[in-house]
């Protein structure tokens, strides 16, 4: 009995260490990227301009708080997020570039024309 219970303690402490690696694995990568909120609504996105460091990786939160679906595009990519119903959200990873801008709209058909679409302005 001594013999198994101190093999059930052993499996336990090999697991806490596993476990507290991976948090630290986690928090260092998430440390790395910042995370950008912006929320979607008929029809607007807030903030409209993002500023990011030349080369930097940002995380955009799309929060929808809106009534119909919206979405956030990358002008000139295929990177986008899911296009979300009301209430729900969705990220999407941007690296920037050295200089410049990169547009970003909504792709739901006339939503970009009545005013969802902003920019990630490098500076
Ligand atoms: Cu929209």
Redesign the pocket.
Known sequence: MRTLFSQAQRVLHAGSVALALSLFAQQALAGDVRTVEVT?QE?EFTPSTIKVEPGETVRLKLVNQGN?S??LHLRNTDAKTATIQSGKSDTLEVTAPDNGELGFF?A?PG?EKAG?KGSIVVQ
């Open positions: 979607a029809f119909m919206h979405n909504c739901i939503h969802m």
